[in-house]
């Protein structure tokens, strides 16, 4: 056997265990090669240097309907794509399935690893050419930088995955460069979810309700449910913080179903005509069997439909506008009233008003809290007002804090108030004692209240 032969023969192995066959790239042991390579030379000189992860969005589907021959000719065309923008110096991987890695060398900092995402993203965003149809997909990055994010290769895989892992949970299509905060961060919302999770099947999550105020009477006419929870060890966590993540981690709707249920309980022992306003977070309006779970929670109880409202934000509208729409005509068919939340923030369009069918608007914090020293904030909310009149529907200003606040929007004749003003949310039993101090419920009502 010749010398020559051998070598070459072992070269071809060499090269064939560190190649990723369907693209040509190399794989995982390639990049995992030279970052060890490189770590090493820049013991010598301490220079940072980059690690990339990048996950195409929603490949799965892919293969499920087009066929594997289809997704393999993506995963071919992105390696293509991708080799044709890395600057010079780095290297390229297939690491598995639907991801790659990215070993670059003269990639600094998070301002040039973003920047080099945001080139690899938009390249990558391209439609694909599968013959007889277009594919478009986007895809979800992360970075960690030597050696702030790890020292050795696999410090800096796992940096760059968690990163990678941050950008899907952002929803995808997202550039994340690893940073202590981060994981911090990821450590903090894994900590509250698993929390979270244990206390809703322990129904420790409870309502509190805070009064809306007829203006022109002083009167309450119903009630705001709103999540309340306090962890054993995290303490006080804000709906603020964890509403988010259970709709990020997908347990919203469990959480939704008992406070929903909790709060029509209680709403039940108040006097006839006083409304309980609920609400629905973003991730049930895309989801079209919202509208029948939660009729069939008040249907349940036994509740009058019309006594129940609920609140729904534009932003959350807007992600699936006729999905929205169906589960509010389902709901309003039902008798179940509709009230746009927070109106003023987010991408408040007025067409928007007309389009789908509200009952009530609730004029944003951000503008009442303004109105008593702010000209234009005034005059704007006076245009919602009578926008709001011509439209038939009930306004009810949110974050009221003071008299004059107060006083301003009566005599703008905004129908209904909620705020701090008259009262914070507070649970069943001090919520039923404060309709018997108002002489709404007959006195002694809140004796027997078990939550
Ligand atoms: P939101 O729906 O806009 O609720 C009003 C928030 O403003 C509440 O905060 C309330 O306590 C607060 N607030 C009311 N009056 C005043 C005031 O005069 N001044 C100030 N500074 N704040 C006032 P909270 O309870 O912390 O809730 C925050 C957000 O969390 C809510 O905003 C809502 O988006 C969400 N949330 C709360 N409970 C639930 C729930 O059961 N389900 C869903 N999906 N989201 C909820
Ligand atoms: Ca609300
Ligand atoms: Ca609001």
Redesign the pocket.
């Known amino acids: 056997m010749d010398l020559a032969s051998t070598r070459s023969d072992d070269l071809a192995e060499d090269l064939s265990r560190f190649t990723d066959p369907l693209t040509g790239l190399g794989n995982r042991r390639r990049l995992i090669d030279k970052i060890l390579r490189l770590v090493d030379e820049r013991a010598m000189d301490p220079a940072p240097f980059t690690v990339g992860i990048m996950n195409i969005d929603g490949f799965k589907p892919i293969n499920d309907l087009f066929g594997h021959a289809a997704g393999d000719e993506i995963l071919s065309q992105i390696a293509h794509r991708l080799k044709s923008c890395l600057p010079e110096g780095a290297t390229c991987a297939r690491l598995n399935g639907d991801e790659f890695g990215f070993l670059l060398p003269l990639v600094f900092d998070k301002e040039n690893a973003t920047r080099l995402g945001k080139v690899l993203a938009e390249v990558c965003s391209a439609p694909y050419d599968l013959g007889d149809r277009n594919v478009r997909l986007s895809s979800s990055f992360g970075f960690s930088i030597y050696p702030f994010a790890g020292e050795d290769e696999n410090a800096l895989l796992e940096s760059a995955d968690t990163a990678l892992y941050r950008s899907k949970r952002r929803g995808r299509n997202q550039i994340t460069v690893y940073s202590e905060e981060i994981a911090d961060q990821i450590k903090r919302g894994t900590q509250i979810e698993q929390a979270l999770r244990r206390a809703i099947t322990a129904d420790e999550v409870e309502?509190?309700f805070?009064p809306i105020i007829d203006l022109s009477t002083n009167i309450p006419v119903g009630f705001?449910?709103?999540?309340?929870w306090t962890d054993r060890e995290l303490g006080f966590v804000?709906?603020?913080a964890f509403?988010p993540l259970a709709e990020e981690r997908g347990f919203?709707d469990s959480?939704?179903e008992a406070?929903l249920k909790k709060a029509v309980k209680v709403a039940q022992t108040w006097p006839e005509g006083m409304f309980l306003s609920?609400?629905?977070?973003s991730a049930q309006l895309v989801d079209p069997s919202t509208a029948s779970s939660i009729i069939q929670i008040l249907h349940r109880s036994g509740i009058d439909s019309r006594a129940v409202e609920m609140?729904i934000?534009e932003t959350a509208m807007m992600t699936d506008p006729d999905t929205a729409n169906k589960i509010m005509n389902d709901l309003r068919a039902a008798g179940v009233g509709i009230s746009l939340?927070?109106f003023g923030t987010g991408q408040s369009s007025l067409g928007r008003l007309r389009d789908f069918a509200f009952d009530k608007v609730?004029i944003?914090?951000a503008f009442v809290s303004k109105i008593t020293d702010d000209r234009p904030t005034e005059h704007i909310v006076k245009a919602i007002l009578t926008m709001c009149h011509g439209l038939d529907l009930l306004a009810v200003a949110?974050?009221?804090?003071t008299e004059e606040q107060a006083d301003m929007l009566r005599d703008m004749g905004c129908a209904y108030g909620?705020?701090?003003?008259f009262g914070?949310?507070q649970n069943a039993k001090d919520t039923c004692m404060y309709l018997e101090t108002l002489g709404i419920l007959p006195r002694g009502s809140s004796l027997n209240f078990q939550y």
């Open positions: 309502v509190h805070q705001e449910g709103l999540a309340r804000s709906p603020g509403i919203i959480l939704t406070l609920f609400n629905l977070s609140e934000t939340d927070d609730k944003d914090r949110e974050g009221i804090e909620q705020g701090y003003l914070k949310a």
